[in-house]
């Protein structure tokens, strides 16, 4: 008598049964792929800068003579396009040299993983501006919140904890060069109006004034630019420290900010203030004060040669 035996056959079809070890290992690995430009989006909110610098343009005559070295990181997206998660400096130099295609790993991730991969990739740089890190550390810590959830114990999420008992900033701080209460403060300077925060970057306000600087409201901070701009003046740690306090009070008010930033500080030198209005009409709007001043300094230097040298020729006349 025949007996039927019932055989199963594996779920993943004929073609698995006869492929070699070498190639399902192959599967696994990602592997690189030649992406139209046209086809990636920049990441949503990206917070570091692309700047046309020395170290661009190198990077640019790189990709020309060798090509992209290292492929950049994107993302699917449900649309058919792709989002940049780690090259945009490497996207951009491609673009500036001509290239429409750029080599990349596609790794499928969620808003999370792709969050805190962009951050820490971009941490690496050499030249970070204040903004960046502070809004770039504000991304990483909303992002790893988000992807652990949230813990049952109510402490915890006070402190923005896992649920071992470690806080996020700690978590962050160990693949930083930052301390966690540095992290908290960079985060702190995303309280700045843009305006303020400009001054940060351009190292015309220090981290530490800047830093006390974001406790006061909006208002108040726009105050502070109005007579910083007028004045070409900026507060001192114990200025804003002092602000800090009147705001937290309920007092501080424009006329307070000004009696406060009118104070002769310890290490100040003399100035000579020129009304901004009366030189504006000679310069291009939004003229960076660094230019303005360069270019009056340069137009003072040629009016003292040019009177100079008249005031040679009219001696010289009157010697003869």
């Known amino acids: 008598m025949t007996r039927e035996f019932n055989i199963e056959m594996p779920t993943k079809g004929l073609d698995d049964l006869f492929s070699t070890q070498a190639e399902r290992e192959d599967e696994v690995f990602e592997k690189v792929q030649?992406?139209?430009?046209?086809?990636i989006d920049g990441f949503p909110d990206h917070p570091f800068k692309v700047r046309m610098?020395?170290?661009?343009?190198?990077?640019?005559?790189?990709v020309k003579k060798y090509g992209v070295l290292i492929p950049c990181l994107i993302r699917p997206k449900p649309d058919g396009r792709y989002e940049m998660v780690s090259g945009h400096r490497r996207d951009f130099a491609v673009g500036e040299a001509g290239i429409t295609e750029i080599p990349a790993i596609v790794r499928q991730m969620s808003?999370?993983?792709a969050t805190i991969i962009m951050v820490d990739s971009n941490l690496q740089r050499e030249k970070i501006l204040p903004s960046e890190k502070a809004f770039a550390y504000k991304m990483k810590m909303d992002a790893m919140k988000k992807k652990a959830g949230r813990p049952s114990n109510k402490n915890l999420r006070q402190l923005g904890a896992n649920s071992f008992g470690q806080r996020t900033d700690e978590m962050i701080a160990e693949k930083s060069e930052d301390s966690a209460r540095q992290i908290l403060r960079y985060i702190r300077l995303t309280n700045l109006i843009p305006e303020v925060l400009e001054m940060v970057d351009n190292e015309r306000i220090k981290f530490n004034p800047a830093v006390e600087l974001s406790f006061l409201s909006v208002e108040n901070q726009r105050n502070l630019y109005e007579i910083m701009d007028a004045d070409q003046c900026t507060p001192s740690h114990d200025q804003a420290i002092r602000m800090k306090q009147a705001e937290a009070g309920g007092y501080l008010n424009k006329e307070h900010i000004f009696a406060i930033m009118q104070e002769i500080k310890?290490?100040?030198i003399e100035q000579f203030k020129i009304p901004k209005k009366s030189i504006e009409r000679f310069f291009p709007p939004g003229a960076k004060?660094?230019?303005v001043e360069e270019t009056i300094v340069k137009a003072l230097e040629m009016y003292v040669r040019h009177y100079n040298r008249t005031d040679h020729d009219r001696n010289d006349e009157r010697e003869r």
Request: hydrophobic share 25%.
């Open 34 to 39: 030649r992406v139209p430009r046209n086809l």
């Open 53 to 62: 610098d020395d170290e661009m343009i190198k990077l640019i005559e790189s």
């Open 111 to 113: 808003d999370e993983e």
């Open 266 to 268: 310890g290490n100040q």
């Open 289 to 291: 004060r660094e230019t």
